[in-house]
T-cell receptor
Framework: GQSLEQPSEVTAVEGAIVQINCTYQTSGFYGLSWYQQHDGGAPTFLSYNALDGLEETGRFSSFLSRSDSYGYLLLQELQMKDSASYFC??????????FGQGTELSVKP | EADIYQTPRYLVIGTGKKITLECSQTMGHDKMYWYQQDPGMELHLIHYSYGVNSTEKGDLSSESTVSRIRTEHFPLTLESARPSHTSQYLC???????????FGPGTRLTVL
């Protein structure tokens, strides 16, 4: 079967750094993506890792270790607007995305 | 401006009604998807399409059907709505498999 695990919620303060982990089990693996979703709105793409290592895009970075079936999203210099749900998603066989249950991030002043 | 649209945004209907949720994209993407998402939960893929005249069922069993007659249009139909169909339905498109998916604003469906 296929499954992804990520923490259900994380709380941090403005200006801090937070890491959201994602572990996965899939029958085929072609990459790990991260999406942000504000309060039931449309998910928006943040990053995609096909190879091991760190990808940086502004305040957000994403890491992948294929040997450990593990990745994380790192958010730096947290802002109130970063409060949202963050989903990891695995690209499996057939190219379909399998989403994790999401991590609700609350940023406090 | 390239975008992806869904109508209606909100729909409240009675049990047994037939409904069609509309999804259109102006990006020329071949790949399109329908997801179902309950509040605070993950997205479940219910249908996807490789291109015109191609449709496949996703990982979550759904009583809905889809069609893909034009590249830009991917409507979802429920022949007889039931309260268990109450959920948010999100449409998405991408240029390639596994590529960045662009999501529409969603349709919040309530079946009474």
């Amino acid at each position: 079967g296929q499954s992804l695990e990520q923490p259900s919620e994380v709380t941090a303060v403005e200006g801090a750094i937070v890491q959201i982990n994602c572990t996965y089990q899939t029958s085929g693996f072609y990459g790990l993506s991260w999406y942000q979703q504000h309060d039931g709105g449309a998910p928006t793409f943040l990053s995609y890792n096909a190879l091991d290592g760190l990808e940086e895009t502004g305040r957000f970075s994403s890491f992948l270790s294929r040997s450990d079936s593990y990745g994380y999203l790192l958010l730096q210099e947290l802002q109130m607007k970063d409060s949202a749900s963050y989903f990891c998603a695995v690209r499996g066989q057939g190219g379909k995305l399998i989403f994790g249950q999401g991590t609700e991030l609350s940023v406090k002043p | 401006e390239a975008d992806i649209y869904q109508t209606p945004r909100y729909l409240v209907i009675g049990t047994g009604k037939k409904i069609t949720l509309e999804c259109s994209q102006t990006m020329g993407h071949d790949k399109m998807y329908w997801y179902q998402q309950d509040p605070g939960m993950e997205l479940h893929l219910i249908h996807y399409s490789y291109g015109v005249n191609s449709t496949e069922k996703g990982d979550l069993s759904s009583e809905s059907t889809v069609s893909r007659i034009r590249t830009e249009h991917f409507p979802l139909t429920l022949e007889s709505a039931r309260p268990s169909h109450t959920s948010q339905y999100l449409c998405a498109s991408s240029e390639f498999w596994g590529d960045e998916q662009f999501f529409g604003p969603g349709t919040r469906l309530t079946v009474l």
